[in-house]
């Protein structure tokens, strides 16, 4: 996570229920975090919402016409290559709530330079003969500076009139204030957002074009659904055998160069890229816990209070303080079920989920003593996980690992205390949730610990705290 502060979600400012943006099949954005979802534009034409199947029209058409003129070009930067290149020069389209920038609603849109390369690489597509529109969705796959992230933008800025269509549809029916913008010299009244200081919008988005990453982003889903498919199997054995091995730059190079040395070989991998099963993320089962923390955020300080007290903005204060919070997440990790939540079908979740849903537990806590918690600032030396400071001079820094990392002795031993320099304090809690394939770690951390007590060190406190999942009271 990026720094956070107080996140809203846009039921909760417009007093709107969950379940019935859910009804409407309408993703409900933090209003200044972005999630870590992308629109997919293979699930355009699988959409419940028509002004949304529409899209897929306005998407294949619009690069039918990118195809048309660069067929046309005859050498880079002649007036075809040119116009093309303007048409995929995409602008950043503020709103979505969508991406990578975890504490941001602004996106990055698209440079001359990568424009140039998607031309480019376009354009020798084409010149095999190929003309499917959905030549471009393939591009992360062959580039190495096109992700998700820009796919995504380019969808948006692609199918921008009808997601306005679909947000006016949708504004009209929860009946909420909306302010008139201008969008690609599209004049619309949308919802503002009451966490940008200038007039920013709200881009409203479907659920069922959204997935954690779109189709055609990297090789293992290509790969499984060409293992399973005889034929097309077959033919990637044929034609872009180094697909099996797609793990490197290196052998991304070599993929490329096989992928684009011919006409069926390209189309070969499309055909892999459209047997993948368009699938839009699972919103209800939350199986990256992208969105869990949100819920967690708004509930759990009310089901659990907890009374703490600042007595004053020192250092020693602030530690008790933080020292509280953890202890209240270890009660709750421990005793009252929160283990749930950081595993899913008993595949535990990533380190940054569980680093989420600690932020969710602890920001609810910090409101109520005027404690300032910001995840992940970039100290000079790398980002810590939390820093929480009260005052300018009260500072505690806190990591949270899972004990099956392999980072867990060198983030105690040598992480946590750059990051302790760098932000002037010598105040520093290593928690560690332990979900398994602990091993020695607990033991040595530990035993750095107290040789640097022994030593006449300061040493960061630590706890481990149990994240794994109590069986139920009938099976003990």
Not at 264 to 286: K, M, N, V, W
Not at 290 to 316: C, F, G, M, N, Y
Not at 388 to 395: K, T
Not at 405 to 412: D, Q
Request: with cysteine.
């Amino acid at each position: 996570m990026a720094k956070i502060r107080n996140p809203l979600q846009f039921s909760r400012y417009f007093s709107i229920e969950q379940s019935r943006l859910s009804t409407l099949g309408v993703f409900d954005p933090t209003l200044n975090v972005d999630a870590k979802l992308f629109i997919d534009p293979l699930l355009l034409s699988h959409s419940k919402h028509t002004e949304i199947r529409q899209a897929e029209t306005t998407y294949k058409v619009f690069f039918s016409e990118i195809i048309k003129l660069l067929q046309a070009s005859r050498k880079e930067k002649d007036i075809a290559w040119r116009t093309a290149y303007k048409k995929l020069l995409f602008k950043e389209i503020k709103g979505t709530c969508l991406g990578y920038g975890a504490a941001s609603i602004r996106g990055s849109g698209f440079g001359p330079k990568l424009t140039a390369q998607i031309t480019a690489t376009a354009k020798e597509i084409i010149d095999l003969g190929v003309t499917d529109p959905d030549l471009f969705i393939a591009l992360p796959l062959l580039e190495e500076n096109i992700g998700p992230d820009l796919i995504s933008d380019m969808a948006t800025n692609i199918i921008l009139p009808d997601l306005l269509n679909f947000n006016k549809r949708i504004i009209g029916e929860l009946g909420i204030p909306a302010e008139p913008f201008v969008l690609k010299e599209i004049p619309i009244k949308l919802v503002r957002n009451p966490r940008e200081a200038r007039p920013t919008p709200v881009i409203l988005v479907p659920t069922d074009i959204l997935r954690k990453l779109p189709v055609a982003n990297d090789w293992d889903e290509v790969c499984r659904v060409a293992l399973e498919n005889a034929i097309l199997r077959d033919k990637v054995n044929r034609l872009i055998g180094e697909i099996w091995k797609a793990k490197t730059r290196k052998d991304k190079g070599k993929i490329r160069r096989s992928a684009l040395a011919s006409k069926e070989a390209f189309t070969t991998l499309l055909d892999a890229i459209h047997e993948i099963e368009p699938t839009s993320y699972d919103f209800r089962g939350d199986p990256e816990g992208i969105l869990v923390w949100r819920r967690i955020h708004e509930t759990i300080a009310a089901s659990h209070p907890l009374a703490l007290k600042l007595k004053s903005q020192t250092i020693d204060d602030a530690y008790t303080v933080v020292t509280q919070i953890i202890e209240q997440f270890t009660h709750l990790v421990e005793e009252r079920g929160l283990s749930k939540e950081l595993w899913h079908k008993g595949e535990r979740r990533d380190e940054k989920s569980v680093q989420r849903i600690f932020f969710a537990v602890a920001d609810s806590y910090c409101k109520a003593n005027n404690l300032d918690i910001s995840p992940e600032v970039d100290t000079g030396t790398g980002e810590i996980d939390f820093k929480f400071s009260a005052g300018y001079d009260a500072r505690v820094i806190v990591e949270v690992k899972l004990s099956d990392s392999s980072h867990v002795v060198s983030g105690y031993e040598r992480q946590l205390e750059k990051y302790k320099i760098a932000e002037k304090t010598k105040k520093g809690i290593f928690v560690v949730i332990d979900i398994g394939k602990m091993g020695k770690k607990s033991e040595r951390i530990w035993k750095i610990r107290n040789d640097m007590l022994g030593k006449g060190h300061p040493a960061s406190e630590i706890f481990v705290i149990n994240g794994k999942i109590k069986p139920s009271a009938s099976k003990l």
